[in-house]
């Protein structure tokens, strides 16, 4: 089973530059999620997707656009890249939103590195 | 705001001694989720606490819930390498984590 799929597993950008990070579950998961991680630290919420045809911020949505193409896929868009931009991204997918009572469990990718030089 | 914090931040310890870590709040959760992350991958699910006071094994690793549902304790015993990792809670209704602990076990 591949669960969550990010591509690309590596990028890097120059400062202006813009790009997609493209997730995309198998599991026929409700809803997604973008984080970023930063060096020697935990996750921070960038935007979510509780169902298909929503969308909602994070923690840290500036500088971000999120675009949930249909159940199976979830984008990220860097519209125009900054060096504090420069993280690893991870998505995840859970069953059930987790913003209810429920503790769906969350499903991750392996991540998309981003240098933003 | 519900938020959750994770200690110690980091912990470096010999193969085979023992560790707790710890994640606390405020607020009282119908149920806790310990996550692992291992370097160069994304967090994994260790496991879910439910009732206050539940014990939960899983090998070596051993979960507890706290009896007012607003803490919970990881403790490994016999640490070994292959435990290194990013140790991350996150509790019902939540969309973030604790910041984490980041465990290093040293052969």
């Known amino acids: 089973n591949a669960g969550v799929t990010q591509t690309p597993k590596f990028q890097v950008l120059k400062t202006g530059q813009s790009m997609t990070l493209q997730c995309a579950q198998d599991?026929?998961?409700?809803?997604m999620y973008w984080y970023r991680q930063d060096p020697g630290m935990g996750l921070r919420l960038i935007y979510y997707?509780?169902?298909?045809?929503?969308?909602d911020k994070g923690e840290v949505p500036n500088g971000y656009n999120v675009s949930r193409l249909n159940k199976r896929e979830f984008s990220l868009r860097l519209e125009s890249a900054a060096p504090s931009q420069t993280s690893v991204y991870f998505c995840?997918?859970?069953?059930?939103?987790?913003?209810?009572?429920?503790?769906?469990?969350?499903?991750f990718g392996n991540g998309t590195r981003l240098t933003v030089t | 705001t519900q938020l959750l914090e994770q200690s110690p931040q980091f912990l470096s310890i010999q193969e085979g001694e023992n560790l707790t870590v710890y994640c606390n709040s405020s607020?009282?959760?119908?149920?806790l989720q310990w996550y692992r992350q291992e370097p160069g991958e994304g967090p994994v699910l260790l496991v879910t606490?439910?009732?206050?006071?539940e014990v939960k094994k899983l090998k070596r690793l051993t979960f507890q819930f706290g009896d007012a549902r607003k803490d919970s304790s990881l403790h490994i015993t016999a640490a070994q390498p292959g435990d290194t990792g990013l140790y991350l809670c996150?509790?019902?209704?939540?969309?973030?984590f604790g910041g984490g602990t980041r465990l290093m076990v040293k052969p």
């Open positions: 995840a997918s859970s069953a059930l939103s987790r913003t209810g009572t429920y503790n769906s469990p969350l499903h």
């Open positions: 599991m026929n998961h409700n809803s």
């Open positions: 997707s509780a169902s298909e045809g929503t969308t």
């Open positions: 607020s009282v959760f119908s149920s």
């Open positions: 606490v439910v009732t206050g006071g």
């Open positions: 996150a509790g019902a209704g939540m969309l973030t």
